[in-house]
């Protein structure tokens, strides 16, 4: 193999695929990348068997083949290199030459026959904007659980169906739930499964927040993620997802307005005092009004004051502060709502102004 590319475009491929990599694997060569040169493509390829990512990458090919390379040497090598034009000559003892500039670095490789296959897409899938796909992504990934008991917890569930596209996630004391009106399944059957947690931190990275779009199909127990320059292979959660739907409150009575920024400031300055201890953070809702506040008994307390929009009798419930700035942390609009029934019952965060996210969160006893 011979190939030329530029150093920018190969640590474009390198670095985020690197990441993927699993370095402690029983298999020595799951801690590789595949490089691959073709009559029609450069291409590098990594897996750690759950999840593969393969990139196409610009350049030269002089002498077609390919070898596997460590994942963490490549990177750290590349990343390091002069912005010039790199040269990559491999040999038949599985030994490949780095050239670029007056750097000159020679790596030991593994055969490609040692290297786990990918799927491929088939161009079957359903379409989806990349930006919009990857935004519901984000919304939800911070819910997932990490209890390895509850495994049909430890992902993202991906419900695409002729009326809408919803994503899906929860932990047992938060659930977050993204959706999106759209038809388009067009002659593809309804898509239902559950992406885990690392597969979905993975593609949020590799999407990027750029237009265009991403092609999602239905492989076995997998699924594929294509776009014009990367494929990425996740390997499925099996079982069932729970009925999410129950916990969503059908009907609340109360409900209070405020401004995101004002609450985000908030919720961290009086979280300050929270310490090491798991401490419910009591918002305390008076017409016109919202104060929280945090007791710690070996610490001391914190208080602090915010206009809410607000016109039912005085109510004061206790929260994880955290889940409410994991929240607050994936919306954008300028205001938000609350809306609940009584101190006891699941209280529902929604962005005032959008109707197609919300997240559930579980109160507190104070």
Do not use: W
Not at 231 to 251: C, H, K, M, S
Not at 322 to 344: K, N
Request: a negative charge.
């Amino acid at each position: 193999m011979r190939i030329k590319i530029s150093k920018e475009d190969l640590l474009a491929g390198v670095g985020p695929i690197q990441a993927v990599v699993e370095t402690k694997r029983s298999l020595p060569i799951l801690s590789h990348l595949l490089l691959e040169a073709s009559s029609t493509r450069i291409s590098v390829f990594g897996t750690d068997l759950d999840i593969g990512v393969r990139k196409r990458l610009p350049g030269e090919v002089l002498k077609e083949g390919s070898i596997a390379l460590s994942a963490r040497k490549l990177y750290e090598i590349v990343r390091e290199l002069p912005p010039a034009e790199v040269e990559l000559t491999s040999d038949a003892d599985m030994t490949v030459n780095i050239r670029c500039g007056k750097s000159d670095f020679r790596m030991k490789g593994l055969p490609r026959d040692d290297f786990p296959s990918m799927r491929d897409a088939k161009g079957r899938g359903v379409v989806l904007d990349r930006r919009m796909f990857r935004d519901m992504i984000r919304r939800t990934l911070f819910a997932v659980s990490s209890d390895q008991t509850r495994y049909t917890l430890n992902g993202i569930l991906l419900r695409v169906t002729p009326k809408d596209i919803r994503t899906v996630a929860t932990d047992g004391h938060r659930l977050a739930v993204a959706t999106t009106e759209a038809d388009v399944l067009k002659d593809n059957a309804p898509i239902e499964a559950i992406i885990p947690r690392k597969a979905a931190a993975e593609t949020l990275k590799l999407l990027r927040d750029e237009p265009g779009e991403v092609e999602i199909e239905l492989a076995e127990n997998h699924l594929l993620f294509s776009t014009d320059q990367t494929l990425i292979d996740a390997r499925l959660i099996e079982g069932q997802f729970p009925n999410y739907e129950q916990v969503i409150p059908a009907t609340t009575t109360k409900q209070a307005s405020v401004s995101r920024e004002a609450l985000v400031a908030g919720l961290r300055r009086t979280s300050t005092i929270i310490g090491d201890r798991v401490v419910h953070t009591t918002l305390e809702l008076k017409p016109g009004s919202l104060r929280l506040s945090c007791v710690n008994l070996d610490l001391g307390e914190a208080r602090e004051q915010l206009e809410a929009e607000y016109h039912h009798e005085e109510t004061a419930i206790g929260f994880n502060a955290r889940y409410i700035l994991d929240f607050l942390g994936a919306v954008e609009s300028e205001q938000i709502t609350i809306h609940f029934q009584d101190p006891l019952s699941p209280a529902l965060f929604r962005p005032k102004d959008e109707k197609g996210y919300l997240c559930v969160i579980m109160p507190m006893r104070l």
